[in-house]
């Protein structure tokens, strides 16, 4: 009797594990950086649903479809075409479609802020800027819990562990 109680668990705690590992292997499918969505823009414009940046603290997961499918924020919400300075004041002219393809016929990324913005440390300041800035408001209009604290976009890496043959 003590046998086969063993083997049940034993066998269920398999089916758990091949049934959690597909599961596992179905979200990050679902979830990955190659999927992408086509928009209007045209058919040679796909975005990522997910953009990973390296940086020094960390990999960044960039929920891209998130900002523009779930809170549905415009293109422009980040993304812009020029800016002017008038003074003191900074007037922000938004991406457009036709910014978009003319960018694209000479070969260029309107998505990528090197583009335009050569520069690590340039792009890193402003991306920080953007995103926070944008987080607390959203924070404090909807009461949401948008990161604006450096670990929850930054989470350290997990130490990787090792495997001893025989275990």
Known sequence: M???RRVFWVVLLCV???VASYLKA???ENQGTSQEVQIEAGKDLKIPLEKDFETKKGK???PHAKHFLDYDFPC?????QSVEKKGEKTEVKPINL????????????????????PGHKEVVKRVHKLCKSCHQEQNKEFGKSAPTKCRECHPRPKKKKIAIEGC
């Open 16 to 18: 758990g594990l091949l």
């Open 2 to 4: 003590r046998y086969w």
């Open 26 to 28: 179905e979200t990050q």
């Open 98 to 117: 036709e910014h978009i393809q003319k960018m694209l016929k000479e070969g260029k990324s309107p998505f990528q802020c090197e583009t335009c913005h």
């Open 60 to 62: 960044v997961a960039f």
């Open 76 to 80: 422009s919400k980040c993304h812009h």
